[in-house]
């Protein structure tokens, strides 16, 4: 793999031109967030729907930040982490760019555009983009499941970017620049990451249940109707549990050969768990839906094929000592520990640790013990408005920028 | 078994006087409460500690119930529910009962008592009354694990009081009236209940992995602080775990001969799954507060020893057709239906959920599928107020009138 | 007034049929909830929009009460309080009912219609209604500010009904049978019952401060997104301090000669503090949406016109003798007690208290003291779905029929 | 009163020590938090209760703020703003420090101490360190209504701190460096700074009504049972009205000659609305807890003296324009706007906007209208935990000094 992908420059990037789409959505306002201070990325479109179309950002919005909209600069911060623009300075505001519609056309400007569009106006617009020659990193789920679209965790399987070439090639015409590359549901982002630390310690796992308790930002804006949840548990979340069992296997899969190909050309695929790939991994999902705010709880359990599997005390160095090529390579929104392990019997907690020591680009793990039934169980806890969702997107196209494949 | 307990007499039972340990706190509230309706039962007698002694239980009590204790009577409630006393009757109030302390000699009257009291002071009181020769029903920890003490989930393992005669016997000198009976801890109850109507069914389960997410009032008055779990979930609950893969073991277990007998006499004891018992059954628990008032709520994963196991149409059909001995014998408190089955996809919930339709003596499961490392997976809803504390040991203290342990 | 209002017959009434118009909502299930218990009315039909019509009622509705659907009967339930359907027997269930579009033509056996419509679908169907002459009892806003429909709390000023006469008239052509009365806002009703019972007392007053800290489920399914009211407090509820400051003024000011009367009719109008009516009253309110799930509390300091004005201890006694005419009447939903006055410094408390004894028919009224600014102060709650809306439309109709004026 | 005062040296203050007491509870932890990234104070030592004393500050405490305690500093941070202390570096941490004991032996080497002592403890402990001439900033609630000790809120009277010289003078023996000096209630700080904004503008306020909804936060650790706020509103909190309204009036009063002198000497004493002072001001408050983590909401209503009043955007003008002394001298922890105005008529809102642009040390208005029965109302949102509280110490610290108060 490692060698279809251009090393990285040793220079810093210059200023990369973003745009985002869905920029009035619950993610969209994060993607906005986020990159208003980014060392490389500025901010140059922002795409809505039709309703939005023409007006100023501020006036299309019902922003839900805590950081007041008025403070939000257009990113490409040189230096030292700088949250709030100098509101004497000529620099640009967010609160003042005119909403375009979502087609490529208007973002002719961006060499990457980011997607928090819904998953219904989604297909056809990063499709569209894509075809356009504009790289799209998306949230959306729509091609999650897309045989030539690497579905990635950027602290997991960056590798996986791997497959772009493939994804351009099959296109027709063959693209040399446009591609999709997704993040996965913010519930399987969460407890992937331990899962991944883990099997690169111990070699694979055999078996995960996996009952989560999911924070009401998940579900967006309006979202979750306060009389269904405030003082309650709603046990079910639409095709939540699916997408955890079914992301799972395509995240830590690795790729591998394909045994059909058309046309004569040789193909890879994702490892799901065929005949020649990684040893087969079942996993088991119950999804809650509780009255949170942000930052998914989820009461993990699991086997290894490792007879016998390592202790709770080898299971937490592991946990610690997990590094990855993210934050290697220098991706600026990389955490410096990509998971915090907690030894106090009652936390990680959402409330008081969901944004961590790493503004929510790292995942927390608690209460590391034997499992009676299968062989270890933990508590993770993850942001997922950040590595849940929005940061996810952003590492992945740093990760892209730092090897090459963005240019 | 069935020879060691006297069948019920046809005819009504008399009205039976009975006291409460522990009145004031929130457990000792609800007996009451929940005896004041009742058709056999009538309070006597109210215990707690030095503090309120000598008082009238209305400036003794802390009262937060949401039946204003003003319109609480005592009981033995003649014909259809009556929820309230009849104000202008010269009938007994609750409200003016005079404290009294948790001693055997100032509830002589008292033919049941039941203890609400905290663990700290249960260990000696209920002794003492034990010794006296007066019933104790307990919803305390103290002898849950006393290899004498039956610990009882009326709708699970009613038939352990037959453990009563050697408690009984053991004893020196040895009682006539006198036992202690324990029901278990909320979070144990709510979700044995299904287990025991699959085995019922099925044949022994194999293993159990099993989420809670609890609700505050299980933890008493003041209980959990506000800013620990107010837009929180907290993933540790004290010795919780522990009390849940215990005593499940015990509820399940049968009754058997047991190996080691002093002075030549032969013992029963309970079936901790020792060799020539019941299959092995492990389980595995993971618990967690959540920020809801009443109602605990458990993602429960089985596997069962019959392979190939029951399909998911089939566990909802056993869980719908699980009767109890209680319910056949006509005791007053139990549940018409012991399991209320939702085949809505987001049900049962605790906040519409958890008083069912019978004031929380019964439990409700939902969301009955297929789980993809073990056999079956499904939601249990529980009270834990009701059927997780108070009402359970009136049910037990029901059983044992009307099979003649209680005269 | 008492000359227009036929005197009620000495007899029980006869079954009554009704209606229930937006029978899918918020409001709707809750008039559903409280007919399918009452001793008159028995529920006929239910209509709903173009999306529900024909199918069962069941499979239209998302229900909400904790009360399941599936124990809800028809109504006109004899003799004691029953609030579950016998499920043996063949007595209808609203389940089954096939929900009817919301025209005249399909409730012509209604004797009265209930509407917990949507402001924006109230206007014109409940014209049309009313231009067939079936009497229309509205949960909704549009009409409340005509000048010819009356605005009735029915602890209040239910002799308000004696516009309806008036109001037929000016109907063209006609009507016999047919009119509209509404019921007010929620938090207008909640605190508007104490006025009443001090202005009676007392005489007038002549202003009042209220701050509203409003329940969730005052704005229905799905309302307040979550994302914005847990751990939350919005200082704002569109259109509602209007309300409140406009409706109080019609609810508490009398009936008045009309100055200006066409085609040289007199007529009568509501004293909206004319020349010549009642002493002024200002009102000025503030409202807030809090993460409760029902009850309005509202904190009111009030001036009165008599000085010196009454004493906490004389407002006290004032609230607790109140004694309406619809109780002296033997409305069957009227509570026993207007006014619930707690002496505890911490209570009512909506949690607690919403209810009261009263299934929420009553206010809760506490912390009765002096204020330094105005001259008394207390705080009220109000069960937001029953006082504050369906139970206030059936209080107003029970009133109608003792009456006469639906026949 | 500027006579009284030393001018503040022109040159940066040097690194001053300070020490906290009561460094375990929830206010502690907050000033802790505070003084680790501030420019000038130096955390010198902890105080805690006996049964703390001794222990390294980490194992002493339930550490509850969101930032990790590991990354605590001991403050006198150069330079910009920097949040956490470098790991690697040989800095001091506050986890490491040995708490001590409340005596002023223990503190011999601060030049200022913080106390967020309960009020049980704080009355004997204060006073010991004054006569030990140690200067204390206190947040307890003890010696606000000495008549000799100023009750300071940064943002609106720090020119009362002129009466430290006749606290020390009528000490006995007098002294020369030891002081006390107490910042008010949460809720009252949060409404009188709007408040003096306006007397500042349009001259004196003749009566306020304030209606608070306040945060859990406010009422430290344990402190509120969640089974008493989830989903509810309290009306009550013990004494808190009484403070506002007497708070309020030593806050907004002067300074002025004293009718009573004993030996001759001529006083001063704060206008409490005396003869000779400012005009009068009734205040009335309603004090409610409700289900928020941090900030109080406060609905305000006022009238003005001047007649005719000032316009709602008058008000809202004077209000943005508010600037104080302790920010036109300097203080590091003074906010850059004193009062945030909003124009969106549903904002601010405690989840969102609590801690501003400011982080807390501003108050946020909004909503600002006119009253039907007073002349303005508002709602104001302030941080209890930081302007309501520590914050607020720390300021009245940072005056002293930049006034040669403090050396």
Redesign the interface.
Known sequence: MSSKITPAAVSLPKKIKVGVLGATGTVGQRFITLLSEHPWFIIEALGASERSKGKKYIEAVKW?Q?I?LS?IGLGGVDG?ISS?IDLHSDEGRVADLIVRGCTPEEFQNCQIVFSGLDADAAGEIESAFRSSDIPVFSNAKNYRRDPHVPLIVPLVNPSHLSMISQQQRLHSPPLSKGFIVTNANCSTTGYVIPLAALEKAFGPIE???V?T?QA??GAG????????????????I?GEEEKI?WETLKILGGIIDSDTNHEGTPLKTFDMHQAGGRPSL???A?C?R????DGH?E?V?LRFHRRPPPSPQQVREALRAFHTEIQSLGCPSAPRKAIEVFEE?????????V?G?HNGAAVSV??IRQ????DI?F?VLSDNVSIGAATSSIMNAEYAVLKGIVS
């Open positions: 839900k805590t007041p403070g030292a709030t078996s995960v249940l009952t308790m009401i930002s804006y309006p979202g979750v109707p306060s009389l269904d949840i405030l003082g309650n548990v709603v046990p079910y639409g069992e079942r996993v088991s119950s809650n509780v009255p949170v705010i709880m009461c359990s019997p009652d936390r990680p907690q959402p409330r008081l640790d944004k020591t608690g209460r499992c009676q039934v299968l169980k508590v």
